[in-house]
Nanobody, 122 residues
Framework: VQLQASGGGLVQAGGSLTLSCAAS????????MGWFRQAPGKEREFVAA???????KHADSVRGRFTISRDNAKNTLYLQMNSLKPEDTAVYYC?????????????????WGQGTLVTVSS
């Protein structure tokens, strides 16, 4: 499966952005899907993941502000980001893995998009 992330940009603190991850060559419903981010000088970290409507996980740092969702008809994964903070500045990546295992484990993800940059100004 090929993943194409988009929707990043520059936003002021407190603002909102919605990231999209369009998939081709595979059906997203057949995969666990995740969003990860990497800030300058830091390791890539887990943000949110979606296995099914009953199996969704968000990192503590974004819970209550970010929401992951999936549109099966559009074969697209989304990350709605509200109340953005400067510390949310990073390159955001979407990723896919086969069902099973631990949703937040970066090493389990097999397919990665190219990343989209989110910059939050103070």
């Amino acid at each position: 499966v090929q993943l194409q992330a988009s929707g990043g940009g520059l936003v002021q603190a407190g603002g909102s952005l919605t990231l999209s991850c369009a998939a081709s060559g595979g059906t997203l419903s057949g995969f666990d899907m995740g969003w990860f981010r990497q800030a300058p000088g830091k390791e890539r970290e887990f943000v949110a993941a979606f296995r099914s409507e009953d199996a969704i996980k968000h990192a503590d740092s974004v819970r209550g502000r970010f929401t992951i969702s999936r549109d099966n008809a559009k074969n697209t994964l989304y990350l709605q980001m509200n109340s953005l903070k400067p510390e949310d500045t990073a390159v955001y990546y979407c990723a896919a893995k086969y069902h099973g295992g631990y949703l937040a484990q970066i090493s389990e993800y097999d397919y990665w998009g190219q990343g989209t940059l989110v910059t939050v100004s103070s």
